[in-house]
T-cell receptor
Framework: EAGVVQSPRYKIIEKKQPVAFWCNPI?????LYWYLQNLGQGPELLIR????????DSQLPKDRFSAERLKGVDSTLKIQPAELGDSAVYLC???????????????FGPGTRLTVL | AQSVSQHNHHVILSEAASLELGCNYS??????LFWYVQYPGQHLQLLLK??????LVKGIKGFEAEFIKSKFSFNLRKPSVQWSDTAEYFC??????????FGQGTTLQVKP
């Protein structure tokens, strides 16, 4: 079974430039998560999708960050414009569906490491 | 506020030594507890989880964790570590929404 796929794996941009990250979840997984992981810290949730609906985006800095999951499958996270402090790893995860304690394990992708110069 | 605190940021052990990584959480209501591991160059993967029942949970690769409700703790243990256990370990908590709140992580270095 293929895991969560993310691209690119690494991205270096200059500040004020736009950047986009792509995630393809595990087939059949309806819930998709985007996390931000700063160096030396644990991941922090940015946004959670149930199918195509963003059900929790309270931690997404909406002035510069946006996300979409138009067909309820793959998703794109965008930053425009990027700032120096956005340098981090952006993780995507997926799970089967609406939270079920016993079965709804989150599977993580390899992440995209963003460096903003 | 919901939070997870991991006591040790960096642990160095020799092979065959015993391991215990501390994790304390602050969370109102029913909690689900997790330990995730990230081996060098690999993605985060689930080591073990606690939802209910027996507070002593066994995971993959010989790891176990004990949920002590009165202490708000979920410490990770392994009786004898191997060089291949070198990795970063994250404790996490969630409630009914599935939103995971992670600790800051503990880097474990096992010397051969």
């Amino acid at each position: 079974e293929a895991g969560v796929v993310q691209s690119p794996r690494y991205k270096i941009i200059e500040k004020k430039q736009p950047v986009a990250f792509w995630c393809n979840p595990i087939s059949g997984h309806n819930t998709l998560y985007w996390y931000l992981q700063n160096l030396g810290q644990g991941p922090e949730l940015l946004i959670r999708y149930e199918n195509e609906e963003a059900v929790d985006d309270s931690q997404l800095p909406k002035d510069r960050f946006s996300a979409e999951r138009l067909k309820g499958v793959d998703s794109t996270l965008k930053i425009q414009p990027a700032e120096l402090g956005d340098s981090a790893v952006y993780l995507c995860a997926s799970s089967l569906g609406r939270w079920d304690r016993e079965t709804n394990e989150q599977f993580f992708g390899p992440g995209t490491r963003l460096t903003v110069l | 506020a919901q939070s997870v605190s991991q006591h040790n940021h960096h642990v160095i052990l020799s092979e065959a030594a015993s391991l215990e990584l501390g994790c304390n959480y602050s969370y109102g209501g029913t909690v689900n507890l997790f330990w995730y591991v990230q081996y060098p160059g690999q993605h985060l993967q689930l080591l073990l989880k606690y939802f209910s029942g027996d507070p002593l949970v066994k995971g993959i690769k010989g790891f176990e964790a004990e949920f002590i409700k009165s202490k708000f703790s979920f410490n990770l243990r392994k009786p004898s570590v191997q060089w291949s256990d070198t990795a970063e370990y994250f404790c996490a908590v969630s409630g009914n929404t599935g939103k995971l709140i992670f600790g800051q992580g503990t880097t474990l270095q096992v010397k051969p």
